[in-house]
């Protein structure tokens, strides 16, 4: 089994930035990875997505501000975020497909706080 764990959110004002960081447990093969976050009473919603390959997708919220990149020595995926905005306020989650089993594993979440 593999775990995910998250790091890197926080509290930040209006226009800053933060960079999220998932990493794997152990050596891992991952097929796509991404991020996703929830907002208070809603559902959980797609935020970035990168293939193996490094083809990048992003909510069009988010789309100039944010960016997606993946380190596959290190089993490792990222999200820059810049630009900041209250509404980005949320708990991040990462996401990643197992290479062989397609199996879809979750990180544990970190919140993101914008404050204006």
């Known amino acids: 089994q593999v775990q995910l764990v998250e790091s890197g959110g926080g509290l930040v004002q209006a226009g800053g930035s933060l960079r999220l960081s998932c990493s794997a447990s152990r050596r891992f093969s991952f097929a796509a990875m991404g991020w996703y976050l929830q907002a208070p009473g809603k559902q959980r919603e797609l935020v970035a997505h990168?293939?193996?390959?490094?083809?990048?997708n992003y909510t069009d919220s988010v789309k100039g501000r944010f960016t997606i990149s993946r380190d596959n020595a290190k089993n490792t995926v990222y999200l820059q975020m810049n630009s900041l905005k209250p509404e980005d306020t949320a708990i991040y989650y990462c996401?990643?497909?197992?290479?062989?089993?397609?199996?879809?594993?979750w990180g544990q979440g970190t919140q993101v706080t914008v404050s204006s």
């Open positions: 996401n990643a497909i197992g290479a062989y089993s397609r199996i879809a594993y």
């Open positions: 990168i293939s193996t390959g490094g083809t990048t």
